[in-house]
């Protein structure tokens, strides 16, 4: 379904930007995830298995190191050093200029066409153990190129449709959020880097996202890794001048983004067999309502 010009919405004027945690303040936020965590039990094995099987894959890891929160991100890395994947890490000190010219400035220090992937992230996130084999393994079962984590419920999230979803593995999307984990293969990075320089660094995930479509490349979301962000976003810097620098940007880059255009899942990956993968490829509008998908 595409939205006709006249209809589009103002992405920054979304509801979903301005989407305050409903589950972080209620206590149902912590069940809602054990309920997940238990459901989820019944792909432990059959996502370790893919794991196990997937070649060990070179990974970057990037990040800013602000200041006085050192101890955050050293933890952050602990975490992700457990993994049967080769590892590397590289951060730079934050200067006064937006996150995505600090992560530029870190990456041109290595050589990217050694990596398979390149990770981002943020220091104030709490991640699932050996966060990175489950991870990278759906990431590349599913031929996502740029990807991300869901949020679990009890997590800070500037949208809705970036919660984990029920009874879902991960989704083919068209809309990855450029944090607080955010995934490139090496495939992605032709084309992503170097990152725009935005201040604020709105709408630096609307134009990967669209990059990615260009080339034909799937993005989305993996549902099986959630993590929780423990901090809202927007509290550290002013989000009206945010919103005005990404608004300039998209326009200079001919992008009119709407909400119901890129928070559409256009695969659901729901089982995985040792021989087939199983989605529901949800129907657009009109069409009865969704038919499971195999891939071999």
């Not at 206590?27 to 997937?54: C, E, G, P, T, W």
């Not at 002013?238 to 300039?248: D, F, I, L, V």
């Amino acid at each position: 379904m595409t939205i006709p010009e006249q209809e589009k919405t103002d992405f920054f004027d979304s509801d979903f930007c301005q989407h305050k945690n409903f589950w972080q303040k209620r206590k149902v936020s912590v069940l809602a995830d054990m309920v997940f965590d238990f459901h989820n039990r019944k792909y432990f094995r059959h996502v370790r298995n893919i794991a196990h099987r997937q070649p060990v894959r070179r990974i970057l890891v990037t990040s800013v190191r602000v200041p006085k929160r050192e101890r955050r991100l050293h933890e952050v890395f602990r975490r992700l050093r457990n993994t049967k994947h080769k590892v590397d890490f590289v951060t730079a000190q934050m200067r006064d200029k937006g996150k995505f010219a600090n992560i530029n400035t870190a990456l041109a220090t290595v050589k990217l066409q050694d990596y398979d992937w390149v990770v981002i992230t943020d220091d104030d996130v709490a991640l699932p153990p050996r966060f990175l084999d489950g991870f990278i393994s759906l990431c590349e079962v599913m031929g996502l190129k740029i990807s991300q984590p869901a949020h679990r419920y009890h997590s800070y999230t500037s949208f809705t449709f970036n919660y984990r979803k029920w009874n879902s593995l991960g989704r083919v999307t068209r809309y990855v959020e450029d944090g607080p984990v955010t995934a490139f293969h090496r495939d992605a990075m032709a084309y992503v880097y170097p990152f725009p320089e935005l201040r604020w660094a709105w709408a630096t995930d609307i134009a990967f996202c669209n990059a990615a479509r260009r080339n034909h490349h799937n993005v989305g979301i993996v549902d099986y890794t959630a993590i929780e962000h423990l901090k809202p976003a927007g509290q550290d810097y002013p989000m009206q001048a945010a919103k005005a620098e990404a608004r300039a940007f998209l326009s200079r880059q001919a992008l009119r983004p709407d909400r119901r255009e890129l928070f559409r899942n256009m695969e659901i990956l729901r089982d995985i067999h040792p021989d087939r993968l199983t989605y529901d490829v949800p129907c657009p509008m009109g069409l009865p309502a969704t038919w499971p998908a195999a891939r071999p």
